[in-house]
């Protein structure tokens, strides 16, 4: 974008409406640039806030609360497991998760994790692993939830894309590599894939930003995530 | 820390400790947040089952997603408020059949929800948001209904040129001007 935003533009940003293009192009600038960051922060946004805030309060239901909880101090669990892992528990099959900023963006350097897995339920119960992976130098991150043969991926703050690409997820295993899910990221860089191939023996899990779906390789050079999971 | 501790600190240090994923710490989050957040995912997808999923969610999100406020760019309020309005204009917009709603919420919504049953808290909560409203309800009908498509609504301003008949310039003005006048209310207290 050359200059600033008009303050049409922006007071259309706070708002959320621009176009998709338009809404990338003035979040880069903004990033950027002090004066439209602070019109952002101390004028419109707050305006913003009241629109948010005008709606009829209305009471969420219990189950809302509970279930939220419940997931909570599930996950808070399975993260205690993972900073003190117990010698009596079965070491996950899911090793250390290396990542990577893509190939393309060579000045960033290599993220090393080193966070395991550990299994948080025996018996009859399903184990479910929780593996973090760490925050990128831009802050995009995620975790990878493995529940007996379902494994979820939970992104956020992942780039937004260009119209039509998406972000592929890939498993590499003893049979190569195969494509799993193909996401794109809400609009506040979040998104939830459903990986089930990464539950099955998979050394290796990637995410590539593909210029469409339905490949059948990755695009190398467009490497996002390489997560080892051997 | 304690719950009482943690009950005691402002938004902006209790979300570190959100970050570094302790549970009580969610919880307290969840307690000042969670019922604005419901309402405004209700106010926008228009049922209450669709509002529960959006502010499960949403609030997930920031939960798994770690350190991610960054206290400079505004409330806590305002990011999570901002999540949850993100993730329900998502499922609008998947849900493409379905129009959204333009009018401010039906009295009988609040007929559904005695105010006997309310803490004095979230009583005064419901009173400024009321308050808030009519504050809205005297923007120009032009600019009021354009910052309603554009926020409930998610539609673009060309989208909303294309649905009222207008030039694009045109709708984006009526947001500024409308977003002015909602600035200027603030700034005189109008909201406070």
Redesign the interface.
Known sequence: MKGHPS???L??F??????LKEQVSVADHVDGCERC?TE??D???????????????????P???E???A???E??RA?AELETPRPSRKRSRLGAFLMRPAAGLATLALVAAGVGGYLVADGDQAATETVALP?SLN?A???LVVEGDAATL?M??MVPLDKGDVYQVWVAGPSGVEPSAAFVP???G?A?AAVPEAAGDVDEVMITRESRAGRTAPTLNQIVFDARVG | MTRSELQRLADEDLMPLVAA???IA??VF?DRH???????A??IVGN?QSA?DV???A???I????A?FDR????V??WT???V???A??LLRRDSGRAPKLA??SEE??E??PSE?LTDV?AL??E??RE??GA?SGLPDDQSRV?QL???G?????E?ATMLNQPM?TI??R??LG??K??AA?AEGV?E
């Open positions: 303050t049409d533009d007071a259309a706070a708002l959320g409406a621009l176009d960051a952002l922060r004028r419109l946004n707050p305006a913003v806030g009241v629109l948010a805030e005008s709606v009829e309060q209305i009471e969420p239901p189950s809302l609360r279930s939220l909880m997931t909570v101090h996950e808070a993260g925050n802050g991150g995620g975790t939970h956020h703050d809400h609009s506040d979040s939830t | 994923k302790d549970p969610f919880e969840y969670g019922g604005a957040a419901y309402s405004l209700y106010r209450s529960e502010t499960q969610e609030l997930i999100s939960w798994r997603s770690g991610r400079a760019r505004g409330s309020r305002g408020l901002g999540i309005r993100n993730r204009i998502d401010f919420d919504v609040l559904r929800r049953d979230e909560r419901r400024t948001a808030v409203r809205l910052i554009a926020f409930f998610g539609f673009s301003h060309s909303i310039g984006k003005g947001m500024r977003m002015e909602i600035r603030l909201y």
